[in-house]
């Protein structure tokens, strides 16, 4: 499978979408039947007057999921192959974001950080011109809006700010007024907003909204252990992906390397970024996906024994489907 999707065949498209398909028989075949979908943080209730979890069919919901990971796997591929990450076209960052996008019963759900990935892929596409553009205040203006568009669908997307910062001092020469100017995009928003809470007589629940942001983080964490074995074949490959990189990081252009330096902190701050939250939702790491995609591409793009990393990926695979009929 993976020799199939490491040429850049427009039909693998068609092959993308069965995988996508057999990749959720199993959920599909005991969906719950009922299946919330919180679409929206605390600050846009009084825009939009919804209950906490809107009720959506189960199979619908599972459809609209599956629809959203697979128009993300185009744009990240597309994103992957347009500043050339991984040195040739390939179809390999969408087959993996589809493979990552699996792992765990709720990440093939409607949720927030689903659709936040979104604007995790339109992030990369600027923070990536930041390179040679000439001037980047604007950019960085247009970051800092998005991340609060992001937190005002998921609230742990406000540390995306910090890979904005990240970004500038990776790919730019320091320049105070574009570390100034995310900040300005990212407030513009919320006042807009503030406004609107003014002007209803309710600009006390605006500021009560930021209140997690101060809460302290619960040490206990109920967490089914078994659900977590699939994890073992993805940190083999994650490891082997760096050691991987490792190896071929100076033969790659200055702008390949500070990419991957990039994805590696987006990867980073997405995993640690669940601490906002007092109540912990496993779909929130579906925000790593988009940079482990690029990673598990990257690998399996240069692995050199084919045996070794076909069978690495079809366990991934039974993993990940296993898990799926056995919830424990």
Not at 44 to 55: A, H
Not at 187 to 202: E, P, R, S
Not at 307 to 327: K, R, V
């Amino acid at each position: 499978m993976i020799k199939l999707f490491r040429s850049f065949n427009p039909l693998n498209i068609v092959w993308l979408a069965i995988f996508l398909f057999a990749m959720r028989i199993g959920f599909a075949y005991h969906v719950p039947e009922k299946m919330g979908f919180p679409f929206i943080e605390l600050f846009l209730r009084l825009l939009i007057p919804v209950s906490d979890q809107p009720v959506i069919p189960p199979l619908f919901n599972l459809f609209l999921a599956s629809a959203l990971v697979f128009i993300q796997a185009i744009l990240i591929n597309y994103l992957v192959n347009h500043y050339n990450l991984l040195g040739k076209s390939t179809f390999l960052p969408a087959l993996m974001y589809i493979t990552v996008s699996g792992l765990f019963i709720p990440f093939l759900m409607l949720s927030p950080p689903l659709v936040c990935n979104f604007l995790v892929i339109w992030m990369l596409f600027k923070l990536f011109n930041l390179y040679k553009g000439d001037e980047a205040k604007s950019i960085s203006y247009d970051l800092g809006m998005i991340v609060a568009i992001g937190t005002m669908i998921y609230l742990p997307f406000i540390y995306m700010l910090l890979v904005i910062w990240i970004a500038l001092i990776i790919f730019r020469p320091f320049d105070w007024r574009e570390w100034i100017a995310c900040m300005i995009g990212f407030i513009t928003i919320f006042f807009f907003l503030a406004v609107f809470y003014y002007l209803n007589d309710k600009l006390g629940q605006f500021f009560d909204i930021w209140l997690p942001l101060a809460t302290k983080f619960s040490v206990h964490i109920n967490i089914n252990y078994y659900n977590y074995l699939v994890l073992i074949p993805v940190i083999i490959i994650l490891v082997f992906c760096f050691f991987t990189l490792q190896q071929n990081f100076f033969k790659s252009y200055v702008q390949t390397r500070k990419s991957f330096q990039l994805l590696f902190f987006v990867f980073l701050i997405a995993l640690f970024s669940f601490y906002i939250r007092t109540e912990f939702h496993l779909d929130h790491f579906l925000l790593c996906a988009v940079p482990a995609a690029v990673f598990f591409a990257y690998y399996f793009l240069y692995a050199r024994t084919r045996w070794f990393y076909e069978t690495l990926y079809i366990i991934l695979l039974a993993s990940i489907i296993y898990f799926q009929f056995n919830t424990f």
